[in-house]
């Protein structure tokens, strides 16, 4: 597997670069400057299944590069990284489908830490992320994860959801997993039923066993 950075600013992509091929990530490393050239590489090299894309890029936008990639190479996943921490705007890149949001304030060892954790399936944001994403009752669901219920309420699999949000399978796994997590359930109908009394679902909604 292969890693893609995306940043136009040289002295953090070299430096990222670095300390990823120093991070026992058991990936090969890749980085360029622009989403022009991330979409050419993406579209050549099928080993590419993730990609580091900065929230500010030159002449683009990262949200709207993350919908491209989304759309265009949908098993993909992508982590956004910013030295924007504003709040919310974690949560919103995570809603918009990507794996996570790394800030350029952590340290070399904690975001190696962090896209272990996107390689490993889940949806990484930062401990202050997490906080305000909680709710008192057990947790609250973002935008995305409510399209991701609504979809498992109606019996779609992880590919049917993929491909209705434009998004990679694996972040819609990672999206199921923050679910049953927030939800404090084991699988799918498990899920529908505790969504239900939420009133996330409406009460005919079911779940389907795949």
């Known amino acids: 597997m292969k890693i893609l950075i995306v940043d136009d600013h040289p002295l953090f992509r070299a430096g990222f ?9 058991d990936a090969g490393i890749l980085s360029v400057s622009s989403v022009q050239e991330a979409m050419q590489i993406l579209q050549r090299d099928p ?6 894309l900065d929230l500010h890029l030159r002449g683009d936008d990262g949200f709207h590069a993350l919908k491209l990639i989304g759309e265009k190479h949908p098993t ?4 956004m990284i910013s030295g924007d921490e504003q709040e919310g705007i974690a949560s919103r890149a995570v809603a918009a489908g990507a794996s996570g949001f790394i800030p350029k304030s952590f340290t070399a060892d904690e975001m190696v830490a962090a896209i272990k954790k996107v390689l490993e399936g889940e949806i990484f944001l930062p401990a202050r ?5 909680a709710a008192p009752d057990g947790g609250s669901l973002t ?6 219920i609504s979809m498992l309420g ?4 992880n590919k049917e959801i993929a491909r209705a949000l434009d998004v990679a399978e694996r972040t819609v796994k990672a999206h199921v997993s ?3 997590e927030a939800l404090n359930v084991r699988n799918r109908t498990q899920a529908v039923l505790a969504a239900q009394r939420r009133g996330y679902l409406p009460s005919t909604a079911y779940a389907a066993n795949r």
Not at 47 to 52: D, I, N
Not at 129 to 133: G, K, M, N, R
Not at 154 to 157: F, M
């Open 143 to 148: 935008l995305r994860q409510l399209e991701v």
């Open 76 to 79: 993909t996943a992508c982590i």
């Open 178 to 180: 923050a679910v049953f």
């Open 154 to 157: 109606r019996g779609c699999s």
């Open 129 to 133: 992320d997490q906080a305000a994403a």
């Open 47 to 52: 080993e590419v299944g993730l990609v580091l």
């Open 17 to 25: 670069h670095a300390v990823l091929e120093q991070g026992a990530l």
